[in-house]
């Protein structure tokens, strides 16, 4: 009954690969999030949709691209990976996008590019 | 624009004693003000939010949070710590528009001595 569910929980990789994290919520949310958590444990928002509907996209290289194929859903494809991008990346939902809503996380995917 | 400053990267206190966490905020207009804790290799809690009701928030574990408008404040406190206590704690902030940003602080690590 996990409420936002990521997979994989850890992703090694080298550098130049292709990996896609997914992430799902049973809440009946309809605003997703993806965040970056460097090693710093800095917590930056990197995109957020609302309803399968992008609105917002922080700056971040256009290698890292979402998608939503519904609202339970968004999915998170990187190309063409770099040492960089090693860090936690946090999938969330709340409610809407109302200013009030707290968010629900979910436990995260440790990625690795080496 | 919003930002928030968290004034201590690391806080240590006895078991049974205070805790006192540190948030400054800065906000164009009436922000809504967020406590998130990370325990180890764990995804993000809500302990507590404000949203322009009462000053004085009460969240989960013991944990509160006053809204101080004149010092920007929104520091999180509890009576007694307890050992489960030890973990990562985010201030967070967003501004007043339906796609204002959600800006987490750099966090404080609270350790708890036996």
């Known amino acids: 009954d996990t409420a936002v569910s990521q997979t994989p929980k850890y992703l090694v990789t080298q550098m130049g690969n292709d990996k896609s994290i997914k992430c799902e919520q049973n809440?009946?949310?309809?605003?997703m999030y993806w965040y970056k958590q460097d090693s710093k444990k800095f917590l930056k928002i990197m995109f957020s949709?609302?309803?399968?509907?992008?609105?917002i996209n922080e700056t971040v290289p256009n290698r890292f691209s979402p998608k939503s194929p519904d609202k339970a859903h968004l999915n998170l494809h990187i190309n063409s990976l770099e040492l960089g991008d090693s860090a936690v990346y946090f999938c969330?939902?709340?409610?809407?996008?109302?200013?009030?809503?707290?968010?629900?996380f979910g436990s995260g995917t440790r990625l690795t590019v080496v | 624009a919003q930002s928030v400053t968290q004034l201590d990267s690391h806080v240590s206190v006895s078991e049974g004693t205070p805790v006192l966490l540190r948030c400054n905020y800065s906000?164009?207009?009436?922000?809504?003000l967020f406590w998130y804790v990370q325990h180890p290799n764990k995804g993000l809690q809500l302990l507590l939010k404000?949203?322009?009701?009462?000053?004085l928030v009460k969240g989960i574990n013991g944990f509160e949070a006053e809204f101080k408008k004149s010092e920007t404040s929104f520091h999180l406190t509890k009576p007694s710590a307890h050992m489960s206590d030890a973990a990562e704690y985010f201030c967070?902030?967003?501004?007043?528009?339906?796609?204002?940003?959600?800006?987490f602080g750099s966090g404080t690590r609270l350790s708890i001595r036996p």
């Open positions: 969330a939902s709340s409610q809407d996008h109302e200013q009030g809503n707290g968010y629900t």
């Open positions: 906000s164009s207009y009436s922000p809504s």
């Open positions: 404000y949203t322009s009701a009462a000053t």
């Open positions: 967070v902030v967003r501004g007043y528009s339906s796609a204002s940003k959600i800006i």
């Open positions: 949709y609302n309803n399968k509907e992008l609105i």
């Open positions: 809440l009946g949310h309809d605003t």
